[in-house]
């Protein structure tokens, strides 16, 4: 178990980092270009962008956890980049298929894509992305088996795309592609992509939600109605205690199914929990902050929407809460009532 | 926010394994498990369960306990209820009463009840509510005036959960007037009052369920030696509000619809259509992190920390889960609630429903916690 100062510390140097980097005028600039230079540079620098990928295979090191510390980091400062991409998903994709790790930006993304002599045929739906990125790891049915193929988005036709927060969402058409490399990985290489992109997911969400209960407690506590701050206001303290509640349920889910990861990938049924959970709170936690902080609370100016259209989009990227719950309460009734709390018990491993 | 996810060591663990071994071996096949905190008022069961030395198991040894860490009891209570095991006898006693003498008592009084508490033999009501004082509690009116050796205690305690059973309570009474005291937080003490004493009367309340477990309790003039009295007089709101964050987070928050739960994965769970896997999942989700967060104040604790918010977050997110659990599988399951209905889900279902609106209200209303939390949340503005 990677000890719980170090992924405090990791968090830490994120946040400091993308602090004064992410400005209101950097996030309108890059729902408007797909991109933000002067946010990735820094975090490329430092080594940020591929924490999660072995060193052995070109990244930075260090665990799953790790990479969700930097995550949730980069969940709280909105920072416009594909960070989880980089890392957690492509990277890992790339290093399980001990593929070279490309500089710069990384991307990948779910569809039926085949890989049929030498050239690729599918398309891949709402890629994180792909135009910025410079290359895509594109996981495919070879002839053999699963493999995974780096690609050239150039290469590639890209057909625009944004999710609510104006993240680039592509959709990319590989027919005819072929590859730079190819690779061939465990059949379970899909699923475990899944499983990472949730988590990624789920730990941008607690990110995110934390830096929203700051925000509106702060307004709230600011704003003035009737000769008080409208937090003195019970029904408006009730929504800070709320979003402060799922803001530590999405934290502790996400952070439990990251650590309980250890060194090797997260479990099944930890990331299902960590995304059900984390995918129900955004939602929650979004409705709450803007009834407590208003008509301001909506305007493109205020720092929340950058935020909420950010929550409202995660949640049901990689799956949202009811395809996770979904999953999950498959796997526990199969496992019959008298494994039931011995399954959901089981808490944090101490690593694999 | 003290809220860090924490395993379990090998010895917690194994800890564990033994107690689920031994709820295997004692409690019957068809055994109907109780609604967590809710369960039966067994003696037996209790003094059976502090042969193994898990009743006032943070009780210090010299006096009787197993020195157990917050954690090490935490892993046994929760597998308790979790199996819905018949604690009711010793829970209060042993979660309230035992680490109150410990911290304010006179080393007579934890030489006397505590070595009893933890051999199950010393069972213990809380003696706080009363007609006119329910979440404004330093409002209670019972007055305890000092007579030679002691003080005589009058008034009427309301909801005194098992006072017809056990045998001791904790009242908080007023020993000093109002008007004299100032701060109404002031003038309030604890006493320990015998349930058997001729002077004290207990008749029941019956609840909805129709289940007479709660009681009006008269104090007629009851003396109470010097000795009963608990810590320091004119202490009693600083003590009480103390025990807050051992009281609040723990399992008995969020593990009352654990046997409704799995009754239903029994009834529901071979082949579950969308609707059904989804409210399993759902719940099952919750439940696994619930509990983090839970074992995450317990793991606190231990180390000296005092996380009071934070344990009424996770009393406020556990009991509303409880509630929000009951409806999700009523939904997911379809059909009239039957009391009398075959299966063990039916049973359960209509006990939840009946009791599901005491889980927000006792040990501090929703309302009140959150008004707790907010005040925390908001500290500076
Ligand atoms: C099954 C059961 C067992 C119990 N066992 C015991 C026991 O053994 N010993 C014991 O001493 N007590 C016991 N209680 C009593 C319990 O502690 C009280 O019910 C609780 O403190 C609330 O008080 P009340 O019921 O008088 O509600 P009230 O205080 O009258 O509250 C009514 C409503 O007003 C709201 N409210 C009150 N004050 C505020 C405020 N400041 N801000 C916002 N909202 C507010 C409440 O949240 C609630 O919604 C038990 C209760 C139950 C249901």
């Known amino acids: 178990?990677?000890?719980?100062?170090?992924?405090?510390?990791?968090?830490?140097?994120?946040?400091?980092?993308?602090?004064?980097?992410?400005?209101?005028?950097?996030?309108?600039?890059?729902?408007?270009?797909?991109?933000?230079?002067?946010?990735?540079?820094?975090?490329?620098?430092?080594?940020?962008?591929?924490?999660?990928?072995?060193?052995?295979?070109?990244?930075?090191?260090?665990?799953?956890?790790?990479?969700?510390?930097?995550?949730?980091?980069?969940?709280?400062?909105?920072?416009?980049?594909p960070l989880a991409e980089t890392g957690l998903l492509a990277g890992r994709l790339l290093a399980a298929a001990g593929l070279p790790l490309p500089d710069g930006p990384l991307t990948t993304g779910t569809g039926a894509v085949?890989?049929?002599?030498?050239?690729?045929?599918?398309?891949?739906?709402?890629?994180?992305?792909?135009?910025?990125?410079?290359?895509?790891?594109?996981?495919?049915?070879?002839?053999?088996?699963?493999?995974?193929?780096?690609?050239?988005?150039?290469?590639?036709?890209?057909?625009?795309?944004?999710?609510?927060?104006?993240?680039?969402?592509?959709?990319?058409?590989?027919?005819?592609?072929?590859?730079?490399?190819?690779?061939?990985?465990?059949?379970?290489?899909?699923?475990?992509?899944?499983?990472?992109?949730?988590?990624?997911?789920?730990?941008?969400?607690?990110?995110?939600?934390?830096?929203?209960?700051?925000?509106?407690?702060?307004?709230?506590?600011e704003r003035v109605q009737f000769g008080r701050p409208v937090s003195r206001f019970p029904a408006v303290a009730d929504h800070l205690v709320r979003i402060a509640e799922q803001t530590e349920m999405a934290a502790m889910a996400a952070r439990s199914a990251a650590v309980g990861a250890g060194e090797g990938e997260p479990d099944a049924l930890d990331v299902a929990a960590a995304a059900a959970v984390a995918s129900e709170a955004a939602g929650l936690v979004a409705a709450a902050a803007h009834q407590a902080t208003g008509a301001m609370g909506v305007t493109r100016e205020f720092a929340l929407g950058v935020l909420t259209r950010r929550l409202w989009s995660?949640?049901?990227?990689?799956?949202?809460e009811r395809a996770w719950a979904t999953d999950l309460g498959r796997t526990l009734a199969a496992g019959g009532p008298d494994a039931l709390w011995p399954t959901l018990s089981r808490g944090v491993r101490t690593g694999t | 926010m003290i809220f860090e996810p924490t395993?379990?060591?090998?010895?917690?663990?194994?800890?564990?394994?033994?107690?689920?071994?031994?709820?295997?071996?004692?409690?019957?096949?068809?055994?109907?498990?109780?609604?967590?905190?809710?369960?039966?008022?067994?003696?037996?069961?209790?003094?059976?369960?502090?042969?193994?030395?898990?009743?006032?198991?943070?009780?210090?040894?010299?006096?009787?306990?197993?020195?157990?860490?917050?954690?090490?009891?935490?892993?046994?209570?929760?597998?308790?209820?979790?199996?819905?095991?018949?604690?009711?006898?010793?829970?209060?006693?042993?979660?309230?009463?035992?680490?109150?003498?410990?911290?304010?008592?006179?080393?007579?009084?934890?030489?006397?009840?505590?070595?009893?508490?933890?051999?199950?033999?010393?069972?213990?009501?809380?003696?706080?509510?009363?007609?006119?004082?329910?979440?404004?509690?330093?409002?209670?009116?019972?007055?305890?005036?000092?007579?030679?050796?002691?003080?005589?205690?009058?008034?009427?305690?309301?909801?005194?959960?098992?006072?017809?059973?056990?045998?001791?309570?904790?009242?908080?009474?007023?020993?000093?007037?109002?008007?004299?005291?100032?701060?109404?937080?002031?003038?309030?003490?604890?006493?320990?009052?015998?349930?058997?004493?001729?002077?004290?009367?207990?008749?029941?309340?019956?609840?909805?369920?129709?289940?007479?477990?709660?009681?009006?309790?008269?104090?007629?003039?009851?003396?109470?030696?010097d000795e009963r009295v608990l810590g320091e007089v004119g202490q009693g709101w600083a003590q009480v509000t103390a025990e807050l964050a051992h009281e609040r987070s723990g399992p008995d928050r969020y593990l009352s619809i654990l046997g409704l739960y799995r009754a239903f994965v029994d009834v529901y769970g071979r082949d579950p259509d969308d609707a059904r896997a989804a409210a399993i999942g759902r719940i099952g989700a919750q439940l696994w992190t619930i509990r983090q967060l839970s074992l995450a104040v317990a793991r606190s604790l231990d180390q000296g920390e005092a996380p009071a918010v934070e344990a009424s977050l996770v009393k406020d997110i556990g009991t509303t889960f409880e509630q929000q659990v009951v409806e999700a599988l009523r939904d997911a399951a379809g059909g009239e609630i039957d009391p009398d209905g075959p299966t063990m889900f039916d049973r359960l279902l209509a006990e939840c429903v009946l009791n599901a609106p005491t889980w927000t209200l006792r040990g501090g209303t929703t309302e009140v916690l959150r008004g707790i939390a907010a005040k925390a949340l908001t500290k500076g503005s």
């Open chain 1, 1 to 81: 178990m990677t000890a719980t100062n170090d992924l405090a510390e990791v968090r830490d140097a994120v946040a400091d980092l993308l602090t004064d980097r992410v400005t209101p005028e950097i996030l309108e600039a890059a729902e408007r270009d797909g991109w933000a230079a002067t946010v990735w540079e820094p975090l490329h620098a430092g080594g940020f962008t591929t924490v999660g990928v072995p060193e052995a295979a070109g990244g930075a090191g260090g665990s799953v956890a790790e990479a969700c510390s930097v995550l949730e980091a980069a969940g709280a400062a909105a920072a416009p980049v």
């Open chain 1, 114 to 221: 085949t890989l049929t002599g030498g050239a690729l045929s599918g398309q891949l739906a709402r890629v994180a992305w792909a135009s910025a990125a410079t290359r895509i790891a594109v996981l495919a049915d070879g002839p053999d088996g699963a493999v995974v193929a780096l690609v050239d988005p150039t290469t590639t036709r890209i057909a625009p795309g944004h999710n609510l927060a104006g993240e680039p969402r592509e959709s990319v058409d590989l027919d005819g592609v072929v590859p730079e490399a190819i690779a061939s990985v465990p059949p379970d290489t899909r699923e475990l992509l899944a499983r990472r992109g949730a988590l990624a997911r789920a730990a941008l969400i607690a990110g995110a939600a934390r830096r929203v209960l700051e925000v509106t407690v702060t307004y709230t506590g």
């Open chain 1, 314 to 320: 995660w949640r049901d990227e990689w799956g949202g």
């Open chain 2, 7 to 225: 395993a379990l060591s090998a010895d917690e663990e194994k800890l564990r394994d033994e107690v689920r071994g031994f709820l295997a071996e004692t409690l019957p096949p068809d055994f109907r498990p109780g609604l967590g905190l809710g369960g039966r008022h067994d003696p037996e069961f209790t003094r059976t369960l502090a042969q193994r030395g898990w009743v006032g198991m943070s009780i210090p040894t010299r006096y009787g306990g197993a020195g157990a860490s917050t954690v090490r009891r935490f892993v046994v209570i929760e597998e308790l209820l979790a199996a819905g095991a018949p604690i009711a006898a010793h829970w209060i006693a042993e979660r309230q009463s035992a680490p109150a003498f410990l911290r304010f008592g006179t080393e007579e009084q934890r030489e006397w009840f505590l070595p009893r508490i933890a051999a199950g033999e010393c069972w213990f009501s809380l003696g706080m509510s009363e007609p006119d004082a329910g979440s404004d509690l330093a409002s209670v009116r019972t007055t305890a005036t000092p007579v030679e050796g002691g003080w005589r205690a009058s008034g009427t305690k309301v909801w005194t959960t098992n006072a017809h059973l056990n045998h001791f309570a904790a009242m908080l009474c007023r020993t000093t007037p109002q008007a004299e005291a100032g701060d109404r937080h002031a003038g309030l003490s604890q006493l320990i009052v015998d349930l058997a004493d001729e002077d004290v009367h207990v008749s029941p309340i019956p609840l909805i369920d129709g289940e007479e477990h709660v009681n009006e309790v008269v104090l007629d003039g009851v003396f109470v030696p």
